[in-house]
Each structure stands twice: as C-alpha cells, then as structure tokens.
Nanobody, 119 residues
Framework: QVQLVESGGGLAQTGESLTLSCVAP???????MGWYRRQIPGGERDLVAKLTSDGSVNYVNSVKDRFPISRDNAKTTFYLRMNNLKPEYSAIYYC?????????????WGRGIQVTVSS
C-alpha cells in the first residue's frame, strides 16, 4: 500500500502553534490534498482544509484565517500551520492525498497525528 508520512503533532498549550506536515510517497502526483480530523473516537473524519493543484483552498469556517494550508514548490510536502490553538482543536488529524501513483488514479490516507491542546 502506498503510504504517505505525517509528522508534527503533539501536545500544546492554549495559544501555542503547531505545524503538521504530510509528505507524498515517491511516484505520487498530487491533484488535491486535504487535512481532516476526528475529534470523537470512532467518529467520522471531518474536513479541516483542502488544497488543490491549482492553488485553490477551502477551509472549514472554524479554522479559516487560523490554520493556513500550504505546500512546498515541488508539491510533495504539505503543511497545516495551526495557530492560536484551543482545547477544542484537540483531535487526530489525517492527511489525505488524491491524485496519481505511477500514473494510476490513487487516493491514500495517513495514519493520523494526535494533537492535544491543554487549557
């Protein structure tokens, strides 16, 4: 299975910042990527932010202007800068990549990164 690599989560205090990173596997061409979160164990993953290949970005309203999404010039590493964190942002965050792997349409998910914000 094609596996991307996530990093950057952990424990933060209210008001602090964290940056999540997602590295696409070699051979993967990303058409669009998204950061999702699961706040309730066993619950659904909800979209946080999505970035398309043409640079278009969509955010959930609760994080707009707070969690900028970005990528490197090679379009292989993607970031979510989580600013001014609050306890309600605690969740497992997932990277999702949708594109082509060795020119075959492919979608893959990361294993998730725990983000815990203390008050």
């Amino acid at each position: 299975q094609v596996q991307l690599v996530e990093s950057g989560g952990g424990l933060a205090q209210t008001g602090e910042s964290l940056t999540l990173s997602c590295v696409a596997p070699e051979g993967f061409t990303v058409d669009q990527m998204g950061w999702y979160r699961r706040q309730i164990p066993g619950g659904e993953r909800d979209l946080v932010a999505k970035l398309t290949s043409d640079g278009s970005v969509n955010y959930v309203n609760s994080v707009k202007d707070r969690f900028p999404i970005s990528r490197d010039n090679a379009k292989t590493t993607f970031y979510l800068r989580m600013n001014n964190l609050k306890p309600e942002y605690s969740a497992i965050y997932y990277c999702n990549l949708d594109g082509w792997y060795d020119w075959v349409p492919y979608e893959t998910w990361g294993r998730g990164i725990q983000v815990t914000v203390s008050s």
